[in-house]
């Protein structure tokens, strides 16, 4: 089934041999316009935010680019996409049928990603678990998977999500149906979520399979996730960390202050215990940690030079 194409590079406003560095200052800036949280205009930064999101999980990762670049100039012949087999979508999963296949809705990434990317055939049993073989024999459904696109303040507070789940067979779409799965606080980047009895119908009595739904976790414009850490960047002009600073810092929790000592270097990494994300059910959080760094003015006023200058006269720091 063909899906339409997406342009990651144009999403993010890259040419197409930006290097990683280039890709990553896109995204934050394009992030820190039009994530919901700090957004000006609400209606549609949502989506924007959703699809500039997509373009990163792509293009920021090694192995997801070089696959996307790959197959990038056939996308270039009309605005459907067919994913090819060995894409791992429709049809991809060694041990599923082929052509079949389910479409989801409402796990916050677009056909073609899922259709390029996404796990989304049906399995003879997760684990190992399959069908009963054979005639009338009770059979059990095949589970199915896909991946999620989980908020950061899911993980804070968990969360429901109704997705939709429409079987494809040999590219021809059945009914869709509307399941409610739950998101529970703390989940992590890489854990899977099992619905229990949301996978494939089983057949003559047999019990239905399970849906599986790997975690990805939304790329946030401050925060960089590690585990169940945070870190930002904190940002401080020169005398700040010469002369030491209390600063504002916006945390999943409210807004806090943060205490630079002075003499403070670049780098440093400077903790808020507990500050981070749930740790499961276990009640604990994870850090945040805000790391340094000195930002030059854009611009010196003449007297703001004389005032530097009269600084470098006065001072007895040996720096090389």
């Known amino acids: 089934m063909a899906v339409k194409f997406r342009d990651y590079y144009e999403v993010l406003g890259v040419p197409r041999d930006a290097s990683k560095e280039d890709i990553r200052k896109a995204f934050r800036k394009l992030a820190r316009t039009h994530h919901p949280d700090v957004a000006t205009e609400k209606a549609g930064a949502e989506e924007r935010f959703k699809e500039i999101n997509e373009a990163y999980e792509v293009l920021g990762d090694e192995e997801k680019r070089k696959k996307y670049d790959a197959f990038g100039e056939h996308w270039k012949h009309g605005e459907g996409f067919t994913p090819p087999p060995e894409s791992g979508g429709y049809g991809g ?14 796990t916050g990434f677009s ?3 899922e259709n390029f990317f996404g796990n989304r055939a049906g399995r003879g049993g997760f684990g190992g678990r399959g069908a009963a073989a054979g005639g009338s024999r009770a059979r059990r459904g095949r589970d199915i998977e896909s991946e999620i696109l989980v908020t950061l303040d899911e993980v804070m507070n968990g969360a429901e999500r109704s997705l939709v789940i429409q079987p494809r067979h040999h590219g021809h779409a059945a009914e869709k149906r509307t399941v409610t799965i739950r998101i529970p606080k703390g989940v992590a980047e890489g854990q899977m979520i099992r619905a229990a009895g ?14 599986f739904l790997h975690v990805r976790l939304e790329r946030h414009p401050d925060y960089r996730v ?11 002009a020169p005398w700040e960390a010469v002369l030491g600073a209390t600063v504002a810092v916006r945390t999943p929790h409210g807004e806090t202050r943060i ?9 440093t990494e400077l903790r808020l215990s507990g500050k981070g994300l749930p740790k499961g059910k276990s009640g604990e959080f994870g850090h945040l940690f805000a790391v340094v760094q000195v930002v030059m003015p854009a611009t010196v006023s003449d007297e703001e030079k004389r005032h530097w200058q009269a600084l470098a006269d006065l001072s007895k720091s040996n720096t090389r």
Request: no cysteine.
């Open 93 to 106: 999963w060694e041990g599923g049928d082929a052509g079949d296949a389910y479409h989801f809705e409402g």
């Open 111 to 113: 056909d073609f990603f």
């Open 198 to 211: 949301l996978g494939e119908p089983g057949s003559s009595g047999g019990e239905p399979g399970d849906l």
């Open 226 to 236: 590690v585990e169940h850490d945070l870190y930002l960047d904190l940002r401080l």
């Open 259 to 267: 205490k630079v000592p002075a003499g403070t270097e670049p780098g």
